[in-house]
């Protein structure tokens, strides 16, 4: 009697199990630095790969965005050319929205990605898939439906990247050499954005944690304001950032159980079902189909 306590105290203790050994959805677990460094090469390189195409889709890419901008007039959306001719008319703010258009995407989410890694190991595995699997399917998009930006399709706005020459964009092999420039739909920028601030929102526990979606809005109207992106973009950058997140959660872990159980349910009704078999003891008929006596029985 004396062996009951401790047995009962072992039953009732929870069960420790690791988050990395229990991947959420179609996220994997955090991977040493050189691996997920690579996993980051991996992922440019498919960008460069996707870069390469458009070039002889340019006619899909502005029959694309005639689309786009058509439907934004029809949704009275059109706020880019009055974002473009303000930040135009003032050198300051064309200048600012310039270098955070060419520099911010890839610092703050390089540095949130390091900030994860290294602070909250616990739940970089499941962003960061996150953040790989938006990208992912952005540059699907890119492939399938490339779009011309604003500054290309749309009369009387300013490439402001190039007439102020920030960054060395009005050069054959400046900044607008290393970019898509067929992949304004939708807009990585605002994708990028949005997931640095969820990630910050889900991993800190602050009161102030909610200012971090300033980012993302700060980076839609950058985007708008320097012709890179329609306001049509934008949405599809918060979808693709969203579909991420959703993708690399425990609800879509769950969903794919309840699938699979539904399914394998299903497959083994239909078997049962076509075999005659019944389910459970030998001697009962299934009730799914009707029983009848053969016609030659005597």
């Known amino acids: 009697?004396?062996?009951?306590?401790?047995?009962?105290?072992?039953?009732?203790?929870?069960?420790?199990?690791?988050?990395?050994?229990?991947?959420?959805?179609?996220?994997?677990?955090?991977?040493?630095?050189?691996?997920?460094?690579?996993?980051?090469?991996?992922?440019?390189?498919?960008y460069a790969l996707v870069r390469l195409a458009p070039h002889s889709a340019r006619r899909a890419a502005f029959g694309h965005a005639v689309q786009l901008w058509q439907a934004e007039r029809r949704l009275h959306l059109t706020v880019e050319p009055y974002l473009n001719h303000l930040a135009g008319a003032h050198p300051l703010l064309a200048e600012a929205a310039g270098y955070y258009y060419g520099l911010f995407h890839f610092i703050i989410t390089a540095l949130v990605l390091a900030w994860l890694y290294l602070r909250r190991p616990a739940a970089f595995g499941q962003l960061r898939s996150a953040l790989v699997l938006a990208t992912t399917a952005a540059n699907v998009v890119f492939w399938a439906w490339p779009a011309a930006p604003p500054r290309f399709s749309v009369p009387g706005m300013t490439d402001i990247l190039v007439t102020r020459d920030i960054l060395g964009a009005a050069h054959p092999r400046g900044a607008t050499s290393l970019v898509n420039l067929y992949a304004a739909m939708p807009s990585l920028h605002v994708a990028w954005a949005a997931w640095c601030a969820t990630a910050i929102v889900i991993t800190t526990g602050t009161r102030w944690r909610h200012l971090a979606w300033l980012y993302p809005a700060a980076t839609i109207l950058v985007?708008?304001?320097?012709?890179?992106?329609?306001?049509?973009?934008?949405?599809?950058?918060?979808?693709?950032?969203?579909?991420?997140?959703?993708?690399?959660?425990?609800?879509?872990?769950?969903?794919?159980?309840?699938?699979?159980?539904?399914?394998?349910?299903?497959?083994?009704?239909?078997?049962?079902?076509?075999?005659?078999?019944?389910?459970?003891?030998?001697?009962?008929?299934?009730?799914?189909?009707?029983?009848?006596?053969?016609?030659?029985?005597?």
């Open 1 to 46: 009697m004396a062996a009951r306590p401790d047995i009962l105290r072992a039953v009732a203790r929870p069960m420790r199990t690791s988050a990395r050994a229990r991947p959420a959805g179609l996220a994997w677990p955090r991977l040493p630095a050189w691996a997920e460094l690579a996993t980051l090469g991996a992922g440019y390189a498919a």
């Open 223 to 298: 985007v708008l304001a320097s012709a890179n992106h329609f306001l049509l973009d934008t949405a599809g950058g918060l979808a693709v950032a969203g579909l991420g997140v959703l993708a690399a959660s425990p609800i879509t872990q769950l969903l794919a159980r309840r699938l699979a159980c539904g399914l394998w349910a299903a497959i083994s009704v239909g078997s049962y079902a076509v075999a005659g078999c019944p389910v459970g003891s030998p001697g009962r008929a299934p009730r799914l189909l009707p029983v009848t006596a053969p016609a030659d029985s005597p």
